[in-house]
């Protein structure tokens, strides 16, 4: 029986005289595979995936950049280095315009039903646009991100003169326009940055307190939900093309806005718990700010927004329609800010 190579593995096995075929593909991602998303969603949609197809998909997982950069991994996926690629959109400034708008501050206030909303929202026409030559799959938004510091930041005027890491290219451009100024590393080394020096605060969910270490640099947290950064599970067209019809199928039915939800609610939950031990901890000060210093954030946050939509329409689309629709889609899921 001859062997054929499909993705990483595949093995041709005569059954009752049908062929099934069996298929390994590589994983990566750069979380650490203690991180809330490898321990559960992704481990959650790989399984699952496994049993719905009798074992015929298995999966080969290489976290912590094993494989690249955090900022390659569209790239490394696009051009078939790894068969799925773990990708944070917003690493890459300016390459995804439409899809950057999930990461305006003072969208949603929950991570998972945000996710449903972005997929239901950027699937078909604009991931076609913007993500055409990969198989789109799912959007994994964490929590709302928020601001910690080794200082306290209680209103936007706090922001000036710091150097803050921040969580992709829309909050780089928020943190700018403060007057402050940032500081670009993925978020495995978000803690090495304030350790050194080289930055003074980062934009973050809560559970990075943990799982990056960032509760041992940042002792001030303004607990005012801020943003969210949706990373999105991508898939190479060519290992995508080369599954049989049936795998295919599975691999749609996990492809889906329902799974985009599931897959986050984890990385949700874990988030809750570090959130509520930093509020519990005296060593930590948690700030929420009052409905005046509010509006402050809201009023500084509308020159970013100006700007995300003047990109939008210099690729080519009506804003404004764009944005209403990813509105829309959030407020239908009960996960408008």
Known sequence: MKRLLIASTTVLVACMGVQAQEVTLRLSHWLPPQHAVPQTGMTEWTQSITEASSGEIQFEIFPAQQLGAAPDHYDMTRDGIVDIGYVNPGYTAGRFPIYELTGLPFLSSTGPAAGKAIHEWYQGDYAEAEMGDVYFCLVNPHEPGRFHG????????????????????????????????????????????????????????????????????????????LYLSSQVMLFNQGSYDRLSDSQKQIIDDHCTPEWSQRFSEGWAIYDEGVRQEMIDSPDHEVFMPSDDELALWREAAEATVVGALEAVDAAGYDSEVVFNGLKDALAANDSAY
């Open 150 to 225: 080794n200082m306290p930041i209680r209103v936007p005027a706090d922001v000036s003169g710091l150097n803050v890491r921040p969580a992709h290219s829309t909050m780089a451009r928020f943190i700018n326009s403060l007057g402050g100024s940032s500081v670009q590393v993925p978020a495995p080394e978000a803690r090495e940055a304030i350790a050194r020096g080289t930055a003074d605060a980062v934009t973050i969910p809560y559970e990075a307190m943990k799982v990056f270490n960032l509760a041992e640099v940042t002792k001030f947290h303004n607990d005012m939900p």
